[in-house]
């Protein structure tokens, strides 16, 4: 018997479909008969949210008059992801769902498909910070997200007939969105640019332009805690709605331009991952999401207070700063402490540095954000202004303690040549109390290289915490197949809230009945999958074949092109006859590139044009085949990945600070093969080597390597199936013997290569090799993906959740909500 401890709504399926029905006719105005999926969605979504409605109200309360310390997330990005089937399951409503929709006769599946994914967030980064609210709420943390509401999320991704990307804009508020409420009397006031005066010895920073930021609040009810925290993204908004003047001048459109340009800031995010470009624009938003959400956290704690006393305020709440996004929060918590609370320097400066943290996401240099001070004195002179007094009195510091000039300089905030930069990410190592990498490794390359400055002179501030991934979002609604045979095996639902749970799967690996059962649900996984593929993107999918999917985003460093290589030397072998009985595979990419990477872009249209090459080749039948579905995002992950059975996580070892993918993988029964590189490392101490892929270089070859100088053309040379495979490229096969469309590339691979895609391709087909072995013996592979189920627990977001309770934020889940 299975345990069910989810506090179900005490609602009939028949009573919430009464809510549907009435919800369809008094606020949508549309006849039960003639209401669209559209329609319902939005109905039920209505109904959700009045049942949240409670938890939610008594849940701001309690956070304003406890006593436990909340968390600010502050991030750029929130990659959600749909709301609907998620606030279902954690508000105990989902079974009543599905009978309210039987009652009703409305497809539910075609319901939630209904709700625009909001894409405002590009990858990783964004999905995390989406994951840790959902963990925050389910632990009973209180805690805010703050973030941006942009109008246009992530570009949506099409190919046109050469293979190419199109970047298509990303409307999603084109329906109405029922989740976000807009709390006008929360908002902010956000300046920008003008001068810094005295009067009396204080400063003033007199803004020559402000922007209102309006609060769209989202609901996060947590699973099994009854809580329900805020995500709060800020939209811009003008002041000046409508410039009567210029109107009176009958300048109608002029009239309108400063509410254009306000509105502007929250307008588009920036489709860049990992490369940041130093855009005017991008500072803007930066400035104005985290002023906003630092002036909201001291309204919501000192609430009617002229003179709150502020020195409380790490006590309140702390600010996780994810990523270097929000790090400005620094000096602009600091500049509100001295102009405007009247705090001298060092009392502000105690507030500041315990209230803030700093997560890095990164070990790429060029990832590792930089302003120029002109334009940051441009648009933020006071804040400059602080950031140069930071940078003086931590360089005294480091003079005190003995530091040599050259040493020093390296570490500047604020560099002091020519065109000086402030080093965001050295900010937030200053002006907070901890940082933290996302992984093992990660952490620790952080201490020893890209911040080892740092690390030398402060190691007590240096901490990991590995991430993690929700299991109701990745496992519990992407895969109702497995987390039924899970939920029985266990004897429990608990596994939800209590991923370490699955621990209790190991000795079934050795339980025939319960394999054959884990790979049935594979199995049907699979052909949900094909269906799914066939609908969405016209294509055919064989479901007999092996699944074997790398999706993430298209960037050198995660290495696309070792995989296209890979398939096209095997492609080679089927044309030449030397394939042999090879195993039939479909491989699945999913991948956008930041519309400006023009070697990113460069690979995308090569995938696409070998799939397109190969599924018109008669000798390959059926053996091989390539599927790239447009616009990788969340939706195509929760399809995807449960019916994948080999996930390829195959980045340059020592380049990849994390991932989640490979989490998401290991926890839907993938085997992963990949390089000992992030999060990869520690699943697989935890699922066992002999049930983990391992190929290439470590991070210390790499360093030798580059050290040695580098030769991609060698290794070239030294294996002729990636000299056939190049040549291919390179003589035109994949571009209708154009030899010109990817010369670029192949240029890169021969000449520069820096991340070492040659070096690592032998490696790479022998562990394909053994890959084939492993699958032809399903018993074992079934074994194996099964242990990865069980000893992936670990990667739950809500240990994350706890480690950074632990480590870092100091504070608890609140008394009151567990
Ligand atoms: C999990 C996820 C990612 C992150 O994938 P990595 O392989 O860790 O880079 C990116 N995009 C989407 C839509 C995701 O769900």
């Not at 009435?22 to 209505?46: F, N, R």
Request: aromatic share 10%; net charge negative.
């Amino acid at each position: 018997m299975t345990e069910v401890t989810a506090p179900k709504a005490s609602l009939s399926g028949s009573e919430f479909a009464g809510e549907i029905r009435s919800k369809l006719k008094y606020q949508l105005g549309v006849d039960e008969s003639s209401a669209k999926a559209s329609d319902v969605y939005v109905a039920v979504a209505s109904a959700v949210r009045d049942h949240l409605s409670d938890s939610w109200m008594r849940t701001r309360a309690e956070m304003v008059q406890g006593n436990t310390k909340a968390v600010g997330y502050l991030s750029a990005e929130f990659l959600i992801g749909r709301q609907l089937s998620n606030a279902l399951l954690n508000v105990g409503l989902d079974e009543q769902f599905a009978l309210a929709m039987k009652e009703l006769g409305f497809d539910q599946d075609e319901v939630i498909a209904a709700e625009a994914e909001p894409g405002l967030g590009n990858g990783g980064l964004g999905r995390l910070a989406a994951c840790y609210v959902d963990s925050l709420a389910s632990l009973g943390v209180p805690a805010f997200g703050y973030g941006i509401r942009y109008r246009y999320g992530i570009f949506r991704q099409e190919f046109d007939k050469a293979g190419r990307q199109v970047e298509k804009p990303d409307y999603w508020l084109t329906q109405e969105e029922p989740w976000g409420h807009v709390d006008y009397h929360r908002s902010q006031r956000v300046g920008f640019g003008g001068t810094v005066q005295e009067h009396d010895g204080a400063k003033v920073w007199e803004p020559a332009w402000s922007v209102r930021a309006v609060p769209v609040d989202y609901p996060v009810p947590g699973y099994e805690s009854g809580r329900v925290n805020t995500l709060r993204l800020w939209e811009s908004r003008s002041y000046d709605e409508f410039d009567l003047s210029a109107f009176n001048d009958s300048d109608y459109m002029g009239a309108v331009v400063p509410q254009v340009e306000a509105e502007n800031i929250t307008k588009i995010l920036y489709p860049e991952d990992s490369t940041p470009q130093g855009k005017r624009l991008r500072l803007e938003q930066q400035y104005f999401f985290v002023a906003a959400s630092i002036h909201d956290a001291i309204a919501t704690f000192y609430p009617g207070q002229e003179h709150p006393d502020l020195r409380t305020f790490p006590e309140k709440i702390c600010f996780q700063l994810n990523d270097t996004h929000p790090v400005i929060g620094i000096p602009e918590l600091m500049r509100v402490l001295l102009d405007e609370y009247g705090y001298d320097w060092d009392t502000a400066w105690d507030i500041t540095t315990r209230t803030f943290n700093y997560t890095c996401h990164t070990l790429l240099p060029e990832a590792l954000e930089v302003w120029s001070a002109q334009l940051i004195g441009e648009l933020l002179p006071r804040h400059l202004q602080i950031i140069d007094r930071i940078d003086a009195q931590f360089v005294e510091g480091l003079e005190n303690k003995g530091l040599d000039g050259e040493r020093i300089d390296r570490m500047r905030i604020l560099t002091r040549d020519g065109n000086p930069q402030v080093r965001m990410a050295f900010l937030a190592t200053v002006g907070g109390l901890h940082v933290n990498g996302v992984a093992e490794l990660h952490s620790q390359l952080l201490r020893d290289v890209t911040l080892k400055d740092f690390s030398d002179v402060f190691p007590e501030r240096f901490t990991n915490v590995t991430n993690g991934v929700t299991p109701r979002r990745f496992v519990r609604l992407a895969n109702p197949r497995l987390s039924a045979l899970i939920s029985e095996g266990l004897g429990t639902d608990r596994w939800m809230s209590d991923l370490e749970r699955l621990q209790g799967l190991a000795p079934l690996a050795d339980d025939a009945s319960f394999v054959e059962r884990f790979a049935e649900v594979k199995r049907a996984n699979k052909r949900d999958f094909s269906v799914f593929a066939q609908q969405r993107y016209g294509f055919e999918v064989d479901p007999g074949t092996m699944f074997d999917s790398m999706v993430k985003r298209l960037h050198e460093y995660k290495r696309q092109s070792l995989k296209i290589l890979a398939v096209i030397a095997q492609y080679a072998a089927i044309k030449d006859g030397t394939a042999g009985d090879m195993l039939p595979r479909t491989v699945f990419f999913g991948a956008k590139a930041a519309p400006g990477y023009a070697m990113a872009k460069l690979t995308i249209r090569l995938i696409n044009n070998v799939a397109r090459v190969i599924d018109a080749d008669p000798d390959v039948a059926g053996r091989l085949q390539v599927r790239f579905p447009e616009n990788y995002n969340i939706e195509l992950a929760e399809h995807l990945i449960p019916a994948t059975e080999l996930d390829e996580q195959i980045s340059q070892a020592g380049k990849e600070a994390s991932g989640t993918g490979n989490m998401k993988f290991a926890l839907n029964g993938a085997l992963t093969v990949g390089t000992l590189d992030g999060a990869n490392v520690e699943i697989r101490e935890r699922v066992g080597a002999e049930n983990f892929f391992l190929f290439g270089l470590e991070v210390e070859d790499v360093d030798r390597l580059y050290a040695e100088g580098y030769d991609p053309l060698s290794y070239v040379q030294a294996d002729p199936r990636l000299r056939k495979a190049v040549d291919m490229v390179a003589g035109g096969v994949f571009s209708e013997g154009d030899r010109d469309v990817y010369a670029s590339l192949v240029s890169d691979w021969l000449t520069k290569d820096y991340f070492m895609t040659m070096a690592d391709f032998t490696a790479y087909m022998d562990i394909q090799q053994e890959v084939e072995d492993a699958y032809r013996d399903q018993a074992r592979w079934n074994r194996s993906a099964i242990l990865n189920v069980a000893n992936s627990g670990y990667f739950s977001s809500d240990r994350s959740i706890k480690d950074y309770l632990e480590r870092i934020w100091h504070t608890s889940p609140s008394p009151s909500s567990i």
